[in-house]
């Protein structure tokens, strides 16, 4: 059999698939999901004729919508840069730099406020959001934090779960808040130093 015919032999069943028509496939779906109907205004029908593609190839991907839009709002998160492991405080600023970064740009924005608005309506989407998208996120910050106690850096009997609220209601709210403008370049740094810190008197 010549290297030609082992190529053919090896290749999956299928045709290739296209990263190009994906692409365009994901983008779709978010711009729907960013228009003010949400999550209701996304249908198989309505990517395909935006993405400019067949259903069949969006089927060929996706089973149904509910994970098209999951695989389109991972497509969107920042993500969490890898914990170095040398500082609790340095890992807890660049993660959330990249969580501000999620929270200052309007179109995704748009995105999760559409997920988070139709909650009640799709209570199997939220949480295949939730679990998916969001908890391994919050994992990795979890993660961080056990390693600042086990280093010593951070107190023994800290409240993971509360810092970890306080660090992320942090930049969230300050992202959404009106009238306060842009945020400073070093937001992030000052909310985790002055959460490290306390604001008890030393």
């Known amino acids: ?4 015919s082992d190529r053919l032999v090896a290749r999956p069943p299928g045709r290739p698939r296209s990263e190009r028509a994906a692409k365009a ?3 779709a779906t978010l711009a729907l999901l960013a228009e003010e109907g949400g999550v209701a205004s996304v249908s198989i029908e309505a990517v395909a004729a935006r993405a400019g593609v067949g259903k069949t190839t969006i089927y060929r991907r996706w089973p149904n919508k509910e994970a098209l839009i999951i695989d389109a709002l991972a497509a969107l998160k920042e993500p969490f840069p890898p914990p170095r492991g040398e500082s609790a405080r340095d890992d807890l600023v660049a ?3 990249a969580f501000m970064t999620d929270k200052t740009d309007k179109k995704r924005l748009d995105c999760y406020w559409s ?10 989407l939220m949480s295949r959001f939730t679990r998916e998208i969001i908890e391994p996120r919050r994992e990795i910050m979890r993660e961080v934090l056990r390693c600042g106690i086990a280093s010593g850096e951070l107190r023994p009997d800290l409240d993971v779960e509360l810092t970890l609220w306080l660090i992320m209601g942090a930049v969230a709210h300050r992202a959404r808040a009106p009238g306060a403008g842009p945020i400073p370049e070093d937001f992030a740094e000052r909310a985790v130093d002055a959460l490290l810190t306390g604001i008890s008197p030393r």
């Open 95 to 97: 993660i959330a730099r």
């Open 115 to 124: 997920i988070l608005s139709g909650a009640e309506r799709y209570p199997e």
């Open 1 to 4: 059999m010549t290297q030609t």
């Open 25 to 27: 496939i994901i983008d």
